[in-house]
């Protein structure tokens, strides 16, 4: 298994708030990830639930499709998820079902996070994939683009 | 809120079965789902895993994304769900952020499932929506389906 170094964490979360910043220009919540695979980015997403009135379309979700793609086959191996806010239960979910071996997150969401703050699915040992989660990875700034968003808003 | 009626159930799981035949057909596992809103079906969706090599195409995924385009919004109202095996944790998660207010699943998944039998993502009261679920309807066709096929794959 190929990860990247942790040192390295830093620079794919800002590419992940990259991602963040493209969910805000058209509106919707800003969060962001993208799957680094070898040194590569593979896989973007920002979340689209209002732009493509898809409630599916999170970040995480559109990043691991991309990157199944670009590596042919669902199994997303030898990568890692960089997502600014912690993943929900859905995306928690998706996590498991394609198999990433490792999970970094920015900010925690206590209103829905499925990586300990509400649901733990990252941690349960009855499902058939645990990946190796890291949290708090730029927190601040990625916690911070979501209260700018919704102040902005009231 | 117009739902179908109970009485309506089996005639919903049939077409949910119909599209497990066709994930069957190109060799992924046979799991189907309809979404049915106010006596039509608004979204259909199979297992598409392998013939997508897409982590997240499972059937209810598909089917709500579907759903979600008919409506043209995320929001999947008036409508309700039939899948012919207890949804994951994913799918489970998606079910929660479609806001469809009507599950119904044919098979338990003792392995995965994430509607009481490993989680209960569904009756969740800490999550922002929780949908009436229906159990067992068709169950004994919808869960023959899959021993058959894994029976054929030994």
Redesign the interface.
């Known amino acids: 298994m190929e990860l990247v170094t942790q040192g390295d964490d830093e620079r794919w979360m800002r590419e992940a708030l990259e991602e963040a910043r493209a969910a805000e220009a058209h509106g919707d919540v800003p969060i962001g990830a993208v799957v680094v695979h070898r040194d590569h980015v593979i896989g973007r997403g920002h979340n689209e639930?209002?732009e493509r009135?898809?409630?599916?379309?999170?970040a995480e979700?559109t990043a691991?499709?991309a990157a199944?793609?670009a590596?042919?086959?669902?199994?997303?191996l030898d990568s890692t998820l960089y997502v600014t806010l912690e993943p929900?239960?859905?995306?928690?979910?998706?996590i498991?079902?394609?198999?990433i071996p490792r999970v970094v997150y920015g900010a925690p969401d206590p209103?829905?996070g499925?990586a300990g703050s509400?649901?733990d699915?990252l941690a349960?040992t009855?499902?058939?994939h645990r990946p190796i989660v890291d949290a708090g990875v730029l927190a601040d700034e990625c916690g911070a683009i979501l209260r700018e968003f919704f102040t902005a808003r009231r």
């Open positions: 639930r209002e009135s898809d409630p599916t379309a999170h979700v691991l499709r199944a793609a590596l042919g086959s669902w199994r997303v929900c239960a859905m995306c928690a979910g998706a498991v079902l394609s198999r209103k829905a499925a509400v649901l699915v349960d009855r499902l058939n």
